[in-house]
């Protein structure tokens, strides 16, 4: 196995580790967000922007355990390559955010009596909600640590 993908599978699994109430919390808020619409009608809009804006704290989170190394404290380990860190964070996004997202639009489409590939077009779709809070805060967030 390569280096990068032990080191992006270190990173990943720390984060999991360090940030496991929140992500739970994260995955089960935007499953019954992907599952239940009628919630979005029920609370006026508001429990969408709540599951966006968690997501977007999650995000925050994760990119916040990990500095990238300063002169101070580049002797004290060896660093982590900005590479291998910005990976394990998308990664992170990824398995904690969008896939469940998917799965759960999946199927809920499934469910409902939809054919696989319109089930799988139908969940692929991003909500743009969710794109214009956790992005500009990955970038963020990424920029300023």
Not at 22 to 40: E, G, H, K, S
Not at 71 to 98: E, I, N
């Amino acid at each position: 196995m390569s280096r990068h993908f032990v080191v992006v599978g270190a990173v990943l699994r720390k984060d999991l580790q360090a940030l496991w109430p929140l992500a739970v919390l994260t995955v089960t808020l935007v499953v019954i967000n992907a599952l239940y619409p009628a919630l979005d009608r029920l609370t006026q809009g508001l429990f969408p922007t709540a599951v966006s804006l968690l997501c977007a704290l999650l995000i925050v989170a994760a990119v916040h355990q990990d500095s990238t190394s300063d002169v101070r404290r580049d002797w004290l380990t060896r660093p982590v390559p900005r590479g291998d860190l910005l990976l394990a964070k998308a990664a992170f996004v990824v398995l904690l955010v969008f896939v469940p997202i998917v799965l759960a639009k999946l199927g809920a489409n499934l469910a409902n009596g939809y054919s696989a590939g319109e089930a799988l077009l139908a969940a692929t779709a991003i909500d743009p909600v969710l794109v214009l809070v956790g992005l500009p805060a990955l970038i963020a967030i990424a920029a300023t640590t």
